[in-house]
């Protein structure tokens, strides 16, 4: 399972995909939110604005509901997350980090079966608050990838075929 970042979804429509002039790409992500190979956390949900074009995208039809990970995090795991930026983060440090602790702890909670998806690169020598998830998921040996490498591994295609 692909548990993405609220930033896929943003950065997908925001420079790749826009929701009105790639249907197939939302209706995909949606398909495969149905199947099982692409949830998002509730708290990353959380994270995009009611009333942007993705907010209403996500309140049509069944949208919400086939995407979203209907389960509840392991508070120790959200612990054990927020450690591996640093052990003594001040309050503002944890705002700063915001709910990608939540989404880096589901996929602990099931390594072998869970995959982080994020636009974020990797920065190894971000410290603190400004570490990167793919950096924080390789120090507790969690799976990520990015949005092409999902896109990838999942088999999107538009089906569009150019004719010669």
């Not at 099931?110 to 994020?118: G, S």
Request: proline content about 5%; hydrophobic content about 45%.
């Amino acid at each position: 399972m692909h548990l993405l970042d609220a930033n896929v979804l943003i950065t997908a429509h925001n420079l790749y995909y826009p929701i009105g002039r790639f249907p197939e790409f939302w209706d995909w992500l949606v398909h495969m939110g149905n199947t099982g190979e692409i949830k998002i956390p509730l708290e990353i949900l959380e994270e995009i604005t009611e009333g942007s074009e993705i907010g209403r995208w996500l309140s049509e039809g069944d949208n919400y509901e086939s995407l979203r990970l209907d389960e509840e995090v392991d508070p120790a795991l959200v612990q054990a997350v927020i450690e591996k930026y640093a052990p003594d983060l001040n309050d503002a440090e944890i705002i700063e980090i915001g709910r990608d602790p939540f989404l880096i702890a589901y996929a602990m909670a099931q390594p072998a079966d869970r995959i982080v998806v994020t636009v974020e690169a990797s920065k190894p020598s971000a410290k603190r608050a400004n570490r990167r998830i793919p950096d924080v998921c390789k120090d507790l040996g969690v799976e990520w990838c990015n949005s092409f490498e999902m896109m990838n591994a999942l088999n999107f295609t538009t089906g569009w075929r150019a004719r010669v």
